[in-house]
């Protein structure tokens, strides 16, 4: 069965640093597009951090631009999302995703957009607070 699980959330200082972890298993994330998409309470899916599925260029959204880093380690299935310098603004429940089969998304807009993707996980909560 094809699964993606988060982990790697909690309580964290502004100025702190997570590492979110995204396992996959089932199915091989090497030559699909990932996203890293967060959703605050009472707010819609905003994407963060995406993967494309071609050189597995990054891109960033812009108010995390120089704070996260995504990446990917293939032999181990999972994509990283290294989060420094959070804000309280950062505060919300982190999903990675992906699809199943895979499909192109080669471009910024393309790959960021929550909306693109068909398979995500149960999600890992981040709270940045004093």
């Known amino acids: 069965q094809e699964q993606l699980v988060e982990s790697g959330g909690g309580l964290v200082q502004p100025g702190g640093s997570l590492r979110l972890s995204c396992a996959a298993s089932?199915?091989?994330?090497?030559?699909?597009?990932v996203i890293w998409f967060r959703q605050a309470p009472g707010g819609g899916r905003e994407g963060v951090s995406c993967?494309?599925?071609?050189?597995?260029?990054?891109y960033y959204t812009d108010s995390v631009k120089d704070r996260f880093t995504i990446s990917r380690d293939n032999a181990k299935n999972t994509v990283y999302l290294q989060m420094n310098s959070l804000k309280p603004e950062d505060t919300a429940l982190y999903f990675c995703?992906?699809?199943?089969?895979?499909?192109?998304?080669?471009?910024?807009?393309?790959?960021?957009?929550?909306?693109?993707?068909?398979?995500w996980g149960q999600g890992t909560q981040v709270t940045v607070s004093s």
């Open positions: 089932g199915f091989t994330l090497n030559d699909n597009a």
């Open positions: 993967i494309d599925n071609s050189g597995s260029i990054p």
């Open positions: 995703g992906t699809n199943i089969p895979v499909r192109d998304l080669t471009r910024r807009t393309l790959c960021l957009n929550p909306s693109h993707y068909n398979f």
